[in-house]
């Protein structure tokens, strides 16, 4: 990320993410989408990371509001206005002395400034995902195939995306 901010005030370690370490990430998302300031689209963190968002919004005496997305047809929990989704985030980053350390993302997804993803070959209308054989061995009895492509990560301007790093969720 052109932008990474550190959970506990950047605490050297990592920390517990605090609310305040939440709204910074959110309004560091200030991708210019042809206006100041467009925002970030979505939070991404790992589903223990949802569940720790949940938590401090209740602690503070607030009830987490949880919105229908219709993409998912699943109620999504939203901080500040925001849906907060679950990603594939690693659990295990480390940061000074801390271990078991996770990120929080905060993404521009829509508008000429958005983040995406890019693939060469494959079917466009199937997002370029790939299914070939796996050529079969002869000492296994089992044959399979290979899913996946070729993705790259654009992000057309640093203000897209943001990154609470060293976030201690225990």
């Known amino acids: 990320a052109g932008q990474t901010i550190g959970a506990g005030n950047g605490n050297a370690n990592g920390a517990a993410p605090t609310l305040e370490d939440l709204h910074k990430l959110v309004y560091l998302v200030t991708a210019s989408d ?5 925002g970030a689209d979505c939070l991404v963190g790992t589903s223990k990371a949802v ?8 602690d503070k005496g607030y009830c987490p509001q949880f919105v229908l997305d219709p993409e998912l047809g699943a109620p999504v929990l939203h901080f500040n206005g925001v849906p907060v989704y679950i990603g ?7 940061k000074g002395t801390g271990t078991n350390l996770t990120s929080i993302w905060a993404v521009k997804l829509t508008g000429p400034s958005g983040v995406r993803v890019l693939h060469s070959g494959g079917d466009p209308s199937g997002f ?3 299914v070939s054989d796996i ?3 002869p000492t296994l009895s089992t044959i399979g195939k290979f899913v996946g492509g070729h993705y790259a990560l654009l992000v057309p301007e640093d203000e897209s995306i943001a990154r609470l790093d060293g976030c201690n969720l225990s």
């Open 88 to 94: 594939q985030n690693s659990s295990v980053e480390t």
């Open 128 to 130: 370029g995902i790939e």
């Open 135 to 137: 050529p079969a061995q």
């Open 51 to 58: 569940r720790f968002i949940t938590k401090l919004i209740e």
């Open 34 to 38: 042809g206006c100041v300031g467009a």
